[in-house]
């Protein structure tokens, strides 16, 4: 029989690759999806049949992390064998603006997550992977950054993950929960959602060089990130819960570049010249900012088998080829009006 896993945060970026790479290893997929007064689905469409068809074997339900009734139920009927949870109020400049919220979501969801597995653990046993990140380090206390190094969080994204993290490590301590925290670096891809930097430069760099658009305002280009391929840390992830016993895990490339130097590669690839179209706007700056993240993944390397394989330069031309892609259909569509 094939395993069933069960997917917070299904819609997002790593949630759509991962239900791809679960399908592909032969698992039976839930997702749990919100309501909304549009369609949130764009990114996993191409996996969804109609679920009445005996070949389907992905399948989305409503729910909410704030919701913990809703989420135990849907836990304790599906009987996951393996959990991944990656919702949350995910965007650390939002998080100021949203602090209760992003604690809700981001910090109480993991521990709804949490207590639904320990409840569904007297009948069934289920792995439970926790999307924990390097936003945890903060300000950071050494580098590179390991599974050892102390968080010293910077902002309530941070705080509710580090509190998520914990109950995390408390779960499997208390209970013996098999529950894991991936500890992940910041992670690309054209599916990236367009207001987290690095995607909002290749949508902006498509679209200056089609013309659709001529200014593109960014807040702090010194900041330093370790950034890979979404698509490699989702397997990572899965990696984690195939291990015999829990423990948590940093995914990282070991290589970190400025958000100006990644502003730099995108626009010479379209041979644009960042200096004539982008502009700072200090509404984009962080009350408190993460300097430098830069991890090492040494322990992932030699425990699970896993390395990144996809280099800063592989993930650029990804993204701005498929970001000009995108501008020129706008400008297909513009013109047939
Ligand atoms: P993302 O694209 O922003 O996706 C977030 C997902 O969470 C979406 O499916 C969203 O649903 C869902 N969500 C938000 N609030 C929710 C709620 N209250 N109840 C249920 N679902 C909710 O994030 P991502 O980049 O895929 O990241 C996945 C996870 O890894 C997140 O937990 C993130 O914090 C963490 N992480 C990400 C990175 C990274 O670099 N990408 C690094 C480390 C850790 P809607 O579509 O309805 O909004
Ligand atoms: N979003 C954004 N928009 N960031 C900007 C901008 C801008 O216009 N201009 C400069 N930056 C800088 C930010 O200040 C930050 O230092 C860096 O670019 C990266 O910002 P984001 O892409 O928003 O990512 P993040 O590092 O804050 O958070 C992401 O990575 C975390 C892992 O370290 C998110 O995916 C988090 O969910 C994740 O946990």
């Known amino acids: 029989m094939s395993k069933r896993a069960f997917l917070t945060g299904i819609t997002g970026q790593d949630g759509s690759y991962l239900a791809e790479f679960l399908l592909e290893q032969g698992y039976e997929v839930h997702g749990m999806i919100r309501r909304a007064s549009t369609f949130t689905t764009g990114r996993i469409e191409h996996l969804y049949r109609d679920p009445h068809n005996s070949d389907a074997r992905l399948f989305l339900h409503y729910g909410d992390l704030t919701d913990g009734q809703s989420l135990t139920n849907l836990i304790l009927a599906l009987e996951p064998d393996e959990i991944y949870n990656l919702g949350a109020q995910s965007h650390v400049r939002v998080s100021f603006d949203q602090p209760a919220y992003t604690l809700q979501a981001t910090g109480a969801g993991a521990l709804n997550v949490l ?3 320990r409840q569904l653990n007297k009948k069934k046993t289920a792995k439970v992977y926790q999307a924990s990140s390097s ?8 580098t590179p950054q ?3 190094t102390p968080f010293r969080p910077q902002g ?7 509190y998520a993290y914990h109950q995390t490590v408390n779960y499997r301590e208390s209970y013996g929960l098999f529950a894991v925290n991936g500890i992940l670096f910041n992670h690309e891809s054209p599916r990236r959602g367009e207001t ?12 200056i060089k089609l013309g659709l658009q001529d200014r593109l305002y960014l807040g702090n280009l010194d900041a330093k990130r370790d950034w890979g391929f979404a698509k490699d840390y989702v397997r990572a992830m899965w990696l984690m ?5 829990p423990d948590d895990f940093v995914i990282a490339t070991g290589q970190t570049h400025t958000v100006r ?6 626009f010479a690839k379209l041979q644009l010249d960042p200096e004539q179209f982008v502009a700072i706007d200090p509404r984009y700056f962080r009350p408190a900012e993460v300097n430098l993240l830069l991890g090492s993944a040494e322990k992932a390397r030699d425990v699970l088998g896993w390395k990144a394989t996809t280099t800063l330069n592989e993930l650029v031309d990804l993204m701005v080829d498929h ?3 995108l501008a020129r259909q706008e400008c297909l569509i513009a013109k047939s009006r």
């Open 241 to 245: 819960l195939q291990h015999h016993e």
């Open 156 to 162: 309530p994204y941070a705080c509710a993950k580090v």
């Open 196 to 207: 987290f930097v690095t995607r909002k430069i290749t949508r902006a760099a498509g679209r």
């Open 323 to 325: 970001d000009l892609e």
């Open 146 to 148: 390991t599974e050892k």
């Open 115 to 117: 207590e639904a597995a």
């Open 135 to 142: 936003e945890m380090y903060g300000d950071v206390l050494e």
């Open 261 to 266: 130097s990644f502003l730099e590669l995108v």
